[in-house]
């Protein structure tokens, strides 16, 4: 009996993990926030808005670190595109026209910018259990994924 009821236990709360999941993937507009993530020892915030054409865009809002060994605000001096190369990290549109895939239950069809190494991936994202959203992005067989925490909706 004590085993039949373990075993029902660890059931419901693994549903309850999955459902959790489940609805947070199930609606594109859950994706819009603030949220704070960590990537290669960066500690960054950055926020996710829907546009008018019903696409969403991320963008760097802050770092912990901004400014260089001298002091100078840090620039996104690896991007391939010139004309942006005089932005401020914590000002840098990490992607945008991502759209939700009903389907899926998740957010594609479009690229990540990666400022830490200069270069494009194509870009997916979604919800896990602990609600934390993992972003990945990938070239051809290669691939990236990291979390972010949504500290604001």
Same mark, same amino acid.
């Given at each position: 009996?004590?085993k039949?009821?373990?075993?029902l236990?660890?059931t419901?709360f693994?549903?309850?993990?999955?459902?959790?999941?489940s @609805?947070? =993937?199930? @609606?594109?507009? %859950?994706?819009?926030?603030?949220?704070?993530?960590? !990537? %290669?020892?960066?500690?960054?915030?950055?926020?996710?808005?829907?546009?008018?054409?019903?696409t969403? !865009?991320? !963008?760097?809002?802050?770092?912990e670190n901004? =400014?260089?060994?001298n002091? =100078?605000?840090?620039?996104?001096?690896?991007n391939?595109?010139?004309?942006?190369? =005089?932005?401020p990290?914590?000002q840098?549109?990490?992607f945008?026209?991502? *759209?939700y895939?009903?389907?899926?239950?998740?957010?594609?069809?479009? *690229?990540?910018?990666?400022?830490?190494?200069?270069?494009? @991936?194509?870009?997916?994202?979604?919800?896990?259990?602990?609600? *934390?959203?993992?972003?990945?992005?990938?070239?051809?067989?290669?691939?990236?994924?990291?979390?972010?925490? *949504?500290?604001e909706?």
């Amino acid at each position: 009996m004590k085993k039949l009821f373990t075993t029902l236990v660890i059931t419901m709360f693994a549903f309850t993990g999955l459902m959790a999941q489940s @609805a947070l =993937n199930n @609606a594109g507009d %859950n994706i819009v926030g603030t949220y704070q993530g960590l !990537q %290669n020892g960066d500690a960054f915030k950055a926020t996710i808005v829907k546009l008018d054409d019903g696409t969403y !865009q991320g !963008q760097i809002i802050w770092m912990e670190n901004p =400014n260089d060994a001298n002091g =100078n605000k840090r620039l996104d001096t690896k991007n391939p595109d010139e004309s942006l190369r =005089n932005v401020p990290c914590d000002q840098i549109v990490l992607f945008s026209g991502l *759209k939700y895939n009903a389907k899926k239950h998740r957010w594609d069809g479009t *690229k990540i910018y990666d400022p830490q190494r200069g270069m494009r @991936a194509k870009m997916t994202a979604e919800f896990k259990e602990d609600g *934390k959203l993992e972003i990945s992005g990938s070239v051809l067989l290669i691939s990236e994924s990291v979390l972010w925490e *949504k500290i604001e909706k």
